[in-house]
């Protein structure tokens, strides 16, 4: 399976986008400016996605998790070293709430923030490509990355990959925001990038 | 009277979008691109340009430090800075350097109310 030049390129800058408002949202959550790398975009089996966020030192994960379903279908993530936890819901939450609290509401704060930039990733993509996109609920997961990304697709099946990393300046809080799109979608994003170009500049308009 | 944008972003795809746009909105305007901010400086030597259309975020210089080099070059060419990251920081950064916040996805719209602000400031500073 291959991806040409402008199909990555499209799928990086709507991604760029998503990201974008998505940043937005989790600054206005944690009161912090986030950082944002430039997205990369990959076909990549399932197994070799889970390394890339496996990279050493980074084996012990949590995510957020939730499926879209719609034109294209897949799994979108937010994924932070287990490490940066604690810390993400103490942002969220507020420096003064004591430590069992945190650790109590750990699942909870993070499943509603993962809910909210998840969205907001989800939706801004599906609102470019103007089509709907249905979301599961969020799933917080714990494991590596090969845990988080199971049941996305088969092992050895091939995903279209896309991260972008994070930061969160002064709090030391860094994760990944992942997107795995079924490789059937595919030939729909294809069709979804021409109409995008379409939208904004109609066929034969200036050309 | 036409003009030159120079649009620069490292996403061809957001390249075509917006000389599809300024095509559509001033037929007789040159769009002239670049993949990042080295080629950005180097399409400046070339050529005049100007008003120029920045992506924020790319590999190398991001779009906020091209956009102040320009400014320093420049001081009077009416930039645009284009981005979804609507965070307060990005936007308050954009507006410390004398350039226009304009968000992505980039609408014709919000395009030609920049380039109609723009056209104005240049020939403002003609006089």
Redesign the interface.
Known sequence: MQIS??ER??V??IA??????A??SL?QIVGH??L?S?PSVDILTQEEASHVVAKPGNRALIAVCQNFDGPFSGRALLIFPETNSLQLVRAILGQELPLEDIVDLEDEALAETGNIILNSFVA?MAN?FKRGLTMSLPTVLRGDGSQLFAGAAGEKELVLFLYINFEISQKEIHGYLALLMDIPSLEMLRTL?QD??DT??PKG??? | MPRTVLVV??????R??AC?????IH?DWACVEAGDATQAMAALQAQDVDISLID????GDGGLVLAADLRRKRPNMPIAVV????????IARVRELGATFVP?????EALSAFLTGASLRLRKVAQ
């Open positions: 030049d402008i390129d499209a990086a800058e760029n986008i998503a990201v974008g408002r940043a937005a600054r400016e986030v944002l430039v801004t470019v990038v995008f170009l904004v500049a308009a200036g050309q | 972003d490292d996403s061809k795809l957001a075509m979008v599809k746009a300024l095509a559509k037929p924020l975020n790319m590999p981005t979804a990251n609507i965070q307060d920081e990005i992505k996805p980039l609408t014709e």
